[in-house]
């Protein structure tokens, strides 16, 4: 018998699953990644400035705690730095992934100050499908200036028209 990593109840060593919460078992690839403390990945470049590194690329864990990419440029399942690609990240100027806090975020959940694009989003300037800003294009928004579906406002449409424009999308 062992343990289970995820509910932490007993399972049989021969178990292809937890009975009590569905994880992978003893026997399989996943289980032994998941309690094995060290596993992953990770690099750093030699070049660094003001002593983070250039690039820093990480993901997994070691001795059982997540690996976090800090750098100018992080990248990782985790990850900080100046620009930042990340599952869970914080850009300091910009970042890009699943979660992204930034001053200009790209992400399925994209939480910024100027620009946000993402499925979810905020910012001065907010796009996606449910936004939260100032300047908002979206399926559903929440801004003084907002180009819905079922809002239309001019000063909006006029602020997208021209940013479309200057970025060559139209």
């Known amino acids: ?23 992978p078992g003893p026997g399989t690839a996943l289980f032994q990644r998941m309690v094995k403390p060290d596993w992953g990945f990770e690099w ?22 997540l690996r976090v990419a800090k750098g100018i440029i992080a990248i990782g399942q985790f990850a900080i730095g100046l620009f ?14 699943q979660f992204i806090m930034a001053p ?3 992400a399925q959940f994209a939480i910024s100050i100027f620009f946000g694009l993402g499925q979810f989003a ?11 800003g100032y300047y908002a294009l979206a399926q559903m928004a929440l ?22 424009h200057l970025i060559g999308l139209r």
């Open 1 to 23: 018998m062992t343990r289970c990593p995820d509910c932490g109840k007993e399972l049989s060593n021969r178990a292809p699953t937890c009975p009590h919460c569905g994880a």
């Open 44 to 65: 750093k470049s030699s070049i660094t400035v003001f002593g983070w590194p250039l690039v820093h690329i990480a993901f997994g864990r070691k001795e059982g705690k």
């Open 84 to 97: 930042t690609l990340a599952q869970f990240g914080i850009g300091i100027l910009f970042g890009f992934g």
């Open 104 to 106: 200009t975020a790209i």
């Open 122 to 132: 905020t910012g001065y300037v907010a796009i996606g499908q449910l936004t939260l």
């Open 143 to 164: 801004a003084p200036f907002a180009w819905t579906p079922d809002r239309k406002d001019p000063e909006a449409i006029a602020f997208f028209t021209h940013l479309f």
